[in-house]
């Protein structure tokens, strides 16, 4: 049986990018800059060639605590975007083999942010009657500011941020989460028209602003990729294809046999070992681990990503210790979120692209041009009959 293990630590940058400066992000390098501020304890990763592709690209290492040489059968390189963003979709899609070739929006740092008419057309289809909010903002501080208003006026929160999106946040309770959800089907429907990459649904909890927080309950309503990902091709072929986490909201569904929800790193590390122990045949368990983004990156808290970085690499051993021979595990990102940097947004970044081709020996990768190079190496590795060309693969045994 062959298995690909994909876990992507949602925005773990590793610096570097030549097109950063278009984007405003000279010099951003989450891996780098937070281990500046924490030097890391991370022996599993570093087993699997973190440090090494670290120095391929900046010709020096990052600071850590603890580390041990690369493995025998680990590879590690880097990988630029050749999409014109640095979003979730676009880097989940193209990892997937799936380039974003479709013009998405963005809306201005400006309040009113959306269009008048997308808006009027959202109300004229819900039962909301009007919405708060309408411009740039993080997901804390705007329930803060307007959490106690929308409860007593009954209308959403609207706002969006630097990627193509939508967020609409609501109370599970007072406004009910279940109509959230169709208030955010209804939109998407109506962002399709707009080029709107992801409507997602933020509901929260509490009573007033010192006891509101954002529930677990999110849920992602995203575009259709714009052409067949390997998701989709290995499903066709009869390989198993588990999304845990975000994945499936991310792929709109689409290449997906089996959908896991699970929350936090630890939930979402036990589901992908649950996954590794029973999954019966030949596929893809796909993994997004959403709080290096959500809870630590955005939030620009450079301890708790340090420390959930320890985390992560802490419980590598037991991914590790239930590969077979065979087996690819491969570990990357979609976009970069230096929290050292200024303002919430994504930063353009290389993504680490590294792991382990259980039995074969591979080694050092370099900087691949497309991160759709990672899809090519999935589908050689399942023997998937491919006939269209993501990337190149890397993963050819010597």
């Not at 006026?153 to 009910?176: M, N, R």
């Not at 691949?368 to 269209?388: C, K, N, P, T």
Request: charged share 25%.
């Amino acid at each position: 049986m062959k298995r690909v293990i994909w876990l992507v630590l949602d925005s773990f940058g590793v610096g570097g990018d030549e097109r950063a400066e278009e984007f405003g992000d000279k010099d951003a390098d989450t891996l780098g800059h937070i281990a500046e501020r924490y030097p890391l304890v991370l022996p599993s990763m570093t087993s699997l060639g973190l440090q090494e592709l670290y120095k391929t690209i900046h010709s020096k290492a990052f600071q850590c605590k603890e580390e041990l040489d690369p493995l025998s059968d680990s590879f590690y390189g880097a990988s630029k975007e050749v999409s014109d963003a640095k979003d979730t979709l676009s880097g989940h899609w193209e990892m997937a083999g799936v380039p974003m070739d479709v013009a998405m929006t963005y809306f201005p740092d400006s309040h009113p942010t959306f269009p008048l008419e997308m808006i009027d057309e959202i109300i004229a289809k819900s039962d909301i009657g009007g919405i708060l909010g309408d411009r740039h903002a993080s997901g804390l501080e705007i329930i803060e500011t307007l959490g106690e208003e929308h409860i007593a006026s009954g209308k959403p929160i609207f706002y969006t941020s630097t990627d193509s999106v939508l967020q609409i946040a609501a109370h599970e309770e007072h406004f009910g989460l279940q109509r959230l959800y169709k208030l955010c089907e209804v939109s998407r429907e109506v962002c399709n028209r707009y080029g709107v990459g992801r409507v997602i649904a933020r509901p929260f909890i509490g009573e007033n602003t010192s006891s509101f927080t954002r529930s677990k309950n999110r849920k992602d309503y995203s575009m259709r990729p714009s052409g067949k990902s390997v998701l989709e091709l290995a499903l066709e072929q009869d390989r198993e294809v588990i999304a845990i986490g975000k994945i499936d909201d991310i792929f709109a569904g689409y290449g997906i046999s089996k959908k896991i929800l699970a929350y936090k790193l630890d939930g979402l590390m036990d589901a992908t070992l649950e996954q590794m122990d029973t999954i019966t045949r030949d596929g893809i368990i796909m993994t997004n681990f959403v709080d290096f983004d959500m809870e630590w990156g955005h939030r620009r808290d450079v301890e708790g990503y340090a420390r959930g970085l320890e985390y992560f690499d802490s419980r590598m051993p037991e991914v590790i210790e239930r590969m077979r021979d065979g087996d690819m595990l491969l570990l990357t990102a979609d976009h970069g979120c230096d929290p050292t940097f200024p303002g919430n947004s994504h930063t353009r970044e290389l993504v680490p692209v590294f792991g382990m081709l259980k039995g074969s020996q591979i080694g050092n990768i370099g900087i691949r041009d497309g991160f759709a190079d990672m899809a090519q190496s999935v589908a050689e590795h399942l023997g998937l009959d491919v006939d269209i060309v993501f990337g190149k693969s890397f993963s050819h045994r010597s």
